[in-house]
């Protein structure tokens, strides 16, 4: 069974720099798509950001390019997001997840989406 733990949110204000990671329990890890997830309060759970297994591939939604960037660490099974210039609206629970696929996860024709989820972690960006 898949266990994604994440790790690193919390307050700061706009301007600042985050750095999220999330730990993986899963034997297929280092072969499967990886990605992040955002839900603000009273909205939708939203794309943020996908890498493929090998970390050759990365995919961002717009109004995270230039700020996020997305790795991944096979040997510790781990991937992370990087935040920068953080804005008040990049406030929301960010979820690491995973796919066997990254059609399913960031390239794919439908909604985006994924096998397995983490529980979560507050980022609370002040302005």
């Known amino acids: 069974q898949a266990q994604l733990v994440e790790s690193g949110g919390g307050l700061v204000q706009a301007g600042g720099s985050l750095r999220l990671s999330c730990a993986a329990s899963?034997?297929?890890?280092?072969?499967?798509?990886m990605g992040w997830f955002r839900q603000a309060p009273g909205k939708e759970r939203e794309f943020v950001a996908a890498?493929?297994?090998?970390?050759?591939?990365?995919y961002y939604t717009d109004n995270v390019k230039g700020r996020f960037t997305i790795s991944r660490d096979n040997a510790k099974n781990t991937v992370y997001l990087q935040m920068n210039s953080l804005k008040p609206e990049d406030t929301a629970v960010y979820y690491c997840?995973?796919?066997?696929?990254?059609?399913?996860?960031?390239?794919?024709?439908?909604?985006?989406?994924?096998?397995?989820w983490g529980q979560g972690t507050q980022v609370t960006v002040s302005s």
């Open positions: 890498i493929s297994w090998s970390g050759g591939s990365t």
């Open positions: 997840a995973g796919a066997k696929s990254i059609r399913t996860i960031a390239t794919g024709p439908g909604k985006r989406t994924a096998d397995y």
């Open positions: 899963v034997r297929t890890f280092s072969t499967d798509a």
